[in-house]
């Protein structure tokens, strides 16, 4: 077989999975017209949590526990790169809700969410200048936050495709809080151990600085990834699977 079929043959088979996706039975699917609509859904979340960790591909969640981003980069300006590799988010699936406004006539979705805890491993490699510091390493990155908060905003507006109605997605915004977490870069100095510990009790030192310079990355990344999930839940469902007049 040569590889232009292989190819053919694995769109040919993604796409017949994609379409053979529909909403787990277990979820509980929120009226339309449900004066409680928010209650509602926060209800269904508490009922499909227990699924999260390991994920539900029907409703295009990943595993959240861990979650596993392949690789990210965090470049600022021409002076800071850093990259990481096999990602892995700990304790994602233990978010609360902490607020919910949905409108589906006008179609508008405000959500804050938080994780109590989050813990995220990698490979880092990094090389630049950030705020007073020059790194320069790789090897293996732990860090832990707590209470980290997100703000989401969705407007989007209905719309017509063959015979059934869609959920388009025409604004959106994500905004984070990242509160004060605690890193540990192993090998930033692999002769040095003793600077490698200062470096990374500096670094601790102005977390919050150094997070807040690479704020637009951080927000992008996390804005891709969480919007992803949201544009092909609403591609995939019509309004009628996702939000019964009935
Ligand atoms: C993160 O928390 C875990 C569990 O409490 C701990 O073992 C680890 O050392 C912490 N990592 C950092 C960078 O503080």
Known sequence: MNLSCTLVLSVLMCIGYASARKIPSYVTLCK???PKLEQCFINAVEQIRPYFRAGVPDLFIPPMDP????????NSGDNFKASFKNIQIYYADEFKIEHL??????????LIVSFPRLRIKSQYNIDGRILILTLKGQGPADGNFTNVGAKLTVDGQRFFKKGKEYIGITNKKLDLSLGKPVFYFDNFFRDNPELNEQTNKIINENIVDILDELRPV?????????FGIVTRLFNRYSMDELFPLN
């Open 218 to 226: 951080v927000d992008q990344t996390v804005s891709e990834f969480v």
């Open 67 to 74: 979650l596993v981003i392949p690789q990210a980069g965090l």
């Open 101 to 110: 406004k949905v409108d589906l006539n006008k179609v508008y979705i405000d």
């Open 32 to 34: 339309r017209d449900d």
